[in-house]
C-alpha cells in the first residue's frame, strides 16, 4: 500500500530533527487518510471473525472447537472485549468437561488480559490469586509475568495517583525482573523487557539500541509493527523527544487503524500530544475516534482515561470554533463596508468616466466642428485672395482703359471731332457700369453663392426673386451692398449709379415684402454667409 512504502523509507534512512518533522507531517497525513477509511478496514476485520464462525458450525469435535475459539479470540481481543469474553468463557466451559487443566489456565490467562484492558482490575487480580505460580509451565509464567506487568501499567495509568503509582511501579517492575529470568536473552522479547527496565533507570541510548533492531525487524501493517512503533514511543517520551514520539505514535496509529484495533493506545497518547502543539483540529478529531473506538471496544479503563482528556480538548477546539465564528463575522462585516466602500469608489468612477466621455465626445464634436471650421476659413481665405487678385487685375484693366480713354479724348480734340466725345463719352461710360454691374455680381455670388436662397427665405414666398442665373436685380444688388457692410445710402446710390431716393425706395419695397420685422431685416441680411 502506498502509506506502507512511507513508513519503510522512513525506518530504512536516517533522519535530521527537521526531516523528521516533515516526514511526521507526511505521515499524519496518511494518518488522516487511513482515519476517514477506517469503516472499510472495520468491515474487513468483521469479515474475518465471520469466515471463522461459520467454520465453527461445521465443526462436532470439542478439540476443534477450541481451537477455532482462540483464532477467534485473537481477532476479538484488541477489537471487541465482551465477545472476547464470551468466547474465553466458552472455552473456559469446554475445559471444564473435558478436564484440561492446561486449557483451563490459558484461558484464565486470556481472561485476566481482557480483564485489565477493560478496567476489571478486580475481577483480573482474583485471577491472578487463584492461579499458583509455581505450578505453572514455564510458558505460562512468561504469559502470567505479563500480563501482570499490563495489569499494573492500566492500573497506573487509570488511577493517576503517585501515592499508589510508585507502589504500582515497583511490583510492575518485580514482574519484569521475573520474567526476563525465564526468557533467552537473545530473544527479542527479552530485549524488550531489557529494554524498558533500562529506560526505567534512565539508560536511553542503551534502550534505543536494543529496540529500533527490534523495530526493523517486523513486518509492516503487523500488530508487532504497531506494539514495537508503540515501544520507541514510550521511550523517547520519557526521553523528551517529542519530534521521534510523535513519528513512532503515528506509525503505531496508522498500522492499528489498518488492522481495525479498537485498543488504540497510540492515537489517544497522540491526540493529548498535537493539543499541547497547538494542533487543536488534528487533536479534537483523533480523540473522538480514540473515543468511539474505546467504546466499540467497550472499555471501561479506556473511556475514563478519555474522559479526562477530552473535555479539555473539546473544549479548546470549540473555544477556537468560537474565535474562528467571531473573526469571520469581523471580517464579514469588514468586507461588507470594503465592498460598500468599492460600490460606491466604483459608481464615482463610473460617473467620471460617463462625464470624460460626454465630455470627450464633446470635444471630438467641437474638434470637427474646428476642422470643418478651418476648412471654410481656409476656403474662404482662398477665395479671398483669389478675388483679390481678381479685383487687382480689375484695377489695372480700369486703368488702361482710362488711359486709353484720355488718348482718344486728346486725338477727337486735336482733329475737332467734337461730336465723336460725347458719343464716346455716353456709350463707354453705359458700358462700364453694365460690366461694373456684372463683375460684382459675379464675384459676389462666387464668395455668397446661397445669397439668393437665404435672402428670398426672409420674405413671403409669392415675393422671393428670381433672377437669371449668375446676376443679381437692383435690390438684390443693394442688400449684397449692405451685406458687404456698406450701409451708406449715398454710397450704394454712387456704386450703383442710382438717387438715394431711388436706393431708399428699392430697400422699404424688398423691407415690405420680409416675413420679419423690417427693423431686424438688414441685421439678418448681415448675417447670411456667416460662419457659426
Avoid at 13 to 25: K, N
Avoid at 98 to 127: M, P, T, W
Avoid at 299 to 328: C, G, H, M
Amino acid at each position: 500500500m502506498k502509506h506502507t512504502l512511507i513508513i519503510l523509507l522512513l525506518i530504512i534512512f536516517p533522519m535530521s530533527v527537521s526531516s523528521m518533522e516533515r516526514e511526521t507531517d507526511s505521515l499524519l497525513k496518511v494518518l488522516d487518510k487511513v482515519i476517514s477509511e477506517r469503516s472499510h478496514y472495520t468491515k474487513i476485520r468483521e469479515a474475518k471473525i465471520m469466515e471463522l464462525k461459520q467454520r465453527k458450525k461445521q465443526l462436532e469435535d470439542i478439540d476443534d472447537i477450541i481451537n477455532i475459539n482462540r483464532e477467534i479470540i485473537d481477532q476479538y481481543n484488541s477489537f471487541i472485549c465482551d465477545s472476547a469474553e464470551f468466547y474465553i468463557n466458552e472455552n473456559l466451559s469446554l475445559a471444564n468437561k473435558l478436564n484440561k487443566q492446561d486449557i483451563i489456565v490459558e484461558n484464565l490467562l486470556r481472561l485476566s488480559y481482557i480483564y485489565s484492558l477493560s478496567g476489571l482490575f478486580l475481577q483480573a487480580s482474583e485471577i491472578f490469586e487463584s492461579l499458583d505460580y509455581e505450578d505453572l509451565t514455564d510458558n505460562n509464567k512468561v504469559w502470567y509475568c505479563w500480563n501482570y506487568i499490563r495489569y499494573f501499567e492500566n492500573l497506573i495509568f487509570y488511577t493517576a495517583d503517585i501515592k499508589y503509582s510508585q507502589q504500582y511501579e515497583k511490583e510492575k517492575e518485580a514482574y519484569r525482573d521475573k520474567v526476563m529470568g525465564l526468557l533467552y536473552e537473545e530473544s527479542e522479547e527479552y530485549k524488550k523487557e531489557l529494554a524498558h527496565k533500562l529506560q526505567q533507570e534512565g539508560r536511553f541510548p542503551e534502550a534505543e539500541n536494543l529496540l529500533l533492531p527490534v523495530f526493523y525487524n517486523q513486518t509492516p501493517e503487523t500488530h508487532d509493527h504497531a506494539m514495537a512503533a508503540m515501544n520507541l514511543a514510550k521511550l523517547y517520551r520519557q526521553a523528551g523527544k517529542k519530534e521521534l514520539e510523535n513519528h513512532y505514535l503515528t506509525i503505531a496509529a496508522i498500522t492499528d487503524i489498518e488492522l481495525a484495533v479498537k485498543e488504540n493506545e497510540a492515537l489517544l497518547s497522540l491526540a493529548v500530544n498535537l493539543y499541547e502543539n497547538g494542533d487543536i483540529d488534528r487533536a479534537y478529531e483523533y480523540i473522538r475516534v480514540a473515543l468511539d473506538d474505546a467504546l466499540f471496544y467497550n472499555a471501561r479503563f479506556k473511556n475514563s482515561v478519555i474522559a479526562r482528556v477530552q473535555p479539555i480538548i473539546e473544549d479548546t477546539y470549540l473555544q477556537k470554533i468560537y474565535s474562528q465564528q467571531k473573526n469571520l463575522k469581523n471580517y464579514s462585516i469588514i468586507t461588507s463596508l470594503f465592498a460598500l466602500v468599492l460600490i460606491i469608489t466604483l459608481f464615482y468612477l463610473y460617473l467620471q468616466v460617463k462625464a470624460v466621455s460626454k465630455a470627450r465626445k464633446e470635444l471630438r464634436i467641437m474638434n470637427e466642428d474646428l476642422l470643418q471650421l478651418n476648412r471654410k476659413l481656409d476656403e474662404a481665405n482662398t477665395v479671398k485672395e483669389h478675388y483679390i487678385g481678381y479685383f487687382m487685375n480689375q484695377c489695372s484693366v480700369y486703368v488702361n482703359k482710362l488711359h486709353k480713354y484720355r488718348k482718344n479724348v486728346n486725338l477727337n480734340i486735336k482733329t475737332g471731332q467734337i461730336n465723336n466725345l460725347f458719343k464716346l463719352s455716353t456709350d463707354e461710360l453705359e458700358k462700364d457700369i453694365s460690366e461694373l454691374h456684372t463683375n460684382f455680381d459675379k464675384t459676389f455670388l462666387a464668395l455668397y453663392p446661397d445669397f439668393v436662397s437665404e435672402f428670398n427665405s426672409l420674405l413671403r414666398p409669392d415675393e422671393q426673386y428670381s433672377p437669371e442665373r449668375g446676376e443679381l436685380n437692383n435690390e438684390l444688388r443693394i442688400f449684397a451692398l449692405i451685406k458687404l457692410g456698406i450701409t451708406d445710402m449715398k454710397q450704394i446710390a454712387d456704386f450703383l449709379h442710382y438717387s438715394v431716393q431711388t436706393v431708399y425706395n428699392y430697400k422699404s419695397k424688398v423691407k415690405g415684402k420680409a416675413v420679419i420685422e423690417s427693423d431686424q431685416f438688414e441685421e439678418m441680411i448681415i448675417k447670411i454667409g456667416s460662419i457659426s
